[in-house]
């Protein structure tokens, strides 16, 4: 552990890493161009507001990876319920037509995954740049389905 790695607060010292993962509802294919870039804005304020530091983050075209450090006042659901939550408000209030595809204000899936990082920062930050090269990969990969009734 490194000296700059620990945190403290009156009576903690802490180190309270998180990779968490979440996704639009019914996992749609929303992180694209501008809207990719304004959501990022959303979490990094949001995080900023509740003093969380935003260690790495990506944005697929179905779900986001982040990399956080928590301090331990906040538990895990109590974080993601304001993130998910405030974040819903916001980008339902700057692209209004949201309403119409996200009903309710919905536009998270419920749930997220998270792990906690310990010792192996460097390789989950790692693993969270590439995430988005490596799912554009995965596409290249994949075998075009060919009709065999079509008219060829």
Same mark, same amino acid.
């Given at each position: ?22 996704? &639009? /509802?019914?996992?749609?294919?929303? *992180?694209? =161009? ?8 959303? !979490?990094? +304020? ?25 301090? &331990? /006042?906040?538990?895990?659901?109590? *974080?993601? =319920? ?8 916001? !980008?339902? +209030? ?59």
């Amino acid at each position: 552990m490194q000296k700059n790695d620990i945190h403290s607060l009156s009576h903690t010292k802490w180190e309270c890493k998180y990779h968490i993962v979440f996704a &639009p /509802k019914y996992r749609r294919n929303v *992180f694209f =161009g501008q809207m990719r870039y304004e959501i990022g804005k959303i !979490i990094r +304020e949001l995080c900023r507001w509740k003093g969380v530091n935003l260690l790495e983050a990506e944005a697929c075209p179905d779900h986001i990876h982040i990399l956080v450090e928590i301090p &331990p /006042k906040f538990s895990i659901s109590n *974080f993601m =319920g304001f993130l998910k939550g405030k974040s819903s408000l916001m !980008i339902h +209030e700057k692209w209004g037509n949201m309403k119409y595809k996200y009903r309710n204000r919905q536009f998270w899936c419920r749930g997220y995954y998270v792990s906690t990082v310990g010792k192996n920062e460097k390789k989950i930050a790692e693993y969270i740049k590439q995430q988005l090269s490596e799912d554009h990969m995965a596409e290249q990969l994949t075998l075009e389905v060919i009709d065999p009734f079509g008219n060829k």
